[in-house]
Each structure stands twice: as structure tokens, then as C-alpha cells.
């Protein structure tokens, strides 16, 4: 069963506007990974954030977790067209190795 | 981050046919990971692959339906068997490699069975 339930399950939004796309899981975690996928293609990482942190930058991407509220967020700031994807949610129970459990994923729509 | 390709990354297959994918990796691993993703939905474990040992497939899915072999560490395949249409997916394999956790994906082998 699926572990995470991200939302919206869509998103449309204006070039250079944030985007903020929520995560929620149902269990303990040892981390959380978020990717994105374009076009049905393989996913790319964006970052990993760990239980004991709250918050991770990497350039346009902020990311946070709330491991009391079992949720995370994702926003992206200063949207572009080539934002355009689907984004998952991927909590990770264990330690090295362990598997990923995803969410259903948001479509993110930037228009130009 | 690894460098993971996939053969082939797309295929048109009949039904009771079987097909293999190919997973590389440019660097030595100790987990493989095979993941499906069925149209429109996210992405499922079907089974981690170690090095040496059988695969380790998640509740509903069966070795006979989905063998896999890892004969070393930088390779696995992922065989998908007798094929429905309801095995029409993409199959991602991934790793874990660099920074501690972080799994990356392959580009992914876009299975349709007619």
C-alpha cells in the first residue's frame, strides 16, 4: 500500500509564480526523497531530507518536514516552464538499502 | 550520483510472450531495486536484487512472473514473463549510491503488450 499521499493531486500555476506540493505519510521514517518525472520518463532526485531535520535548501527547492505531523513540503520558488512534471514523495522506513515507499505524485502545470 | 542504464527503453510485445530488461550500473552496488509503474499511477517495489542471494519480491508479486538475476555487482535483469496487457508499465530499476540513502533511478523501460 501506498505510504505517502501527496496533494494536490494537481497543480496549474503562471510562470514565476511558488509552487508548494504537500506530502503526508502514515509511519516512522528514517527519511523522505523527493523526485520528479517528466513525461512518463525516469525520476530524478531532488533531495533527501532526513527525520531529524526540518528543513533543506537546494537552489529553487525548499523542503520541509514535520515528523510530529507526519507531513512534508516541497516548494518550488520562481517557477519555470521546465518545472513542469510530476512530483513524488518517497519515505524510506529503514537504514542503507532499505526500499522506497511512494506517493501517488502531484502534476505540476507552469504555464509560460 | 550513479549512472544507471536501461535495455531496452522501449518495447511493443505480445501477449505470452516474455521480455528481459537490462539494468547497468557504472559502479559497484550492494542493493538493486526493480520498481513498476503502471500508466498513470506511482511507482511499486517488485523486488530488491542482492548480489549473490535470490531477490527479496514485495507481497504480490511471484519469482515465476518476475524473475530476476544479478550475476555481479553493476548488473541485474529483470525478466517479466508471460505477458497480459496488465503488464504494461514502465520499469525502473534504481540504486542506492552516494550520499547515504539516496536512491537513484534508471530512465526506465516503457513496456507495452498488446
Known amino acids: 500500500s501506498q505510504q505517502g499521499e501527496e496533494d494536490p493531486q494537481a497543480l496549474s500555476i503562471q510562470e514565476g509564480e511558488n509552487a508548494t506540493m504537500n506530502c503526508s505519510y502514515k509511519?516512522?521514517?528514517?527519511?523522505l526523497q523527493w523526485y520528479r518525472q517528466n513525461s512518463g520518463r525516469g525520476l530524478v532526485h531532488l533531495i533527501l531530507?532526513?527525520?531529524?531535520?526540518r528543513e533543506k535548501h537546494s537552489g529553487r527547492l525548499r523542503v520541509t518536514l514535520d515528523t510530529s505531523k507526519k507531513s512534508s513540503s516541497l516548494l518550488i520558488t520562481a517557477s519555470r516552464a521546465a518545472d513542469t512534471a510530476s512530483y513524488f514523495c518517497?519515505?524510506?522506513?529503514?537504514?542503507?538499502?532499505?526500499?522506497?515507499?511512494f506517493g501517488k505524485g502531484i502534476t505540476l502545470s507552469v504555464r509560460p | 550520483s550513479a549512472v544507471i542504464s536501461q535495455k531496452p527503453s522501449r518495447d511493443i510485445c505480445q501477449r505470452g510472450t516474455s521480455l528481459t530488461i537490462q539494468c547497468q550500473v557504472d559502479?559497484?552496488?550492494?542493493?538493486m531495486f526493480w520498481y513498476r509503474q503502471q500508466p498513470g499511477q506511482s511507482l511499486t517495489l517488485i523486488a530488491t536484487?542482492?548480489?549473490?542471494?535470490?531477490?527479496?519480491?514485495e507481497s504480490g508479486f511471484v519469482i515465476d512472473k518476475f524473475p530476476i538475476s544479478r550475476p555481479n555487482l553493476t548488473f541485474s535483469t529483470l525478466t517479466v514473463s508471460n505477458m497480459s496487457p496488465e503488464d504494461s508499465s514502465i520499469y525502473l530499476c534504481?540504486?542506492?549510491?552516494?550520499?547515504?540513502?539516496?536512491?537513484?533511478f534508471g530512465p526506465g523501460t516503457r513496456l507495452t503488450v498488446t
Open positions: 534504481s540504486v542506492e549510491q552516494g550520499a547515504p540513502y539516496e536512491q537513484y
Open positions: 509511519t516512522s521514517i528514517n527519511n
Open positions: 531530507i532526513r527525520s531529524n531535520e
Open positions: 518517497a519515505t524510506q522506513r529503514g537504514g542503507a538499502n532499505s526500499k522506497l515507499t
Open positions: 559502479s559497484q552496488v550492494t542493493m
Open positions: 536484487a542482492n548480489q549473490g542471494s535470490e531477490a527479496t519480491y
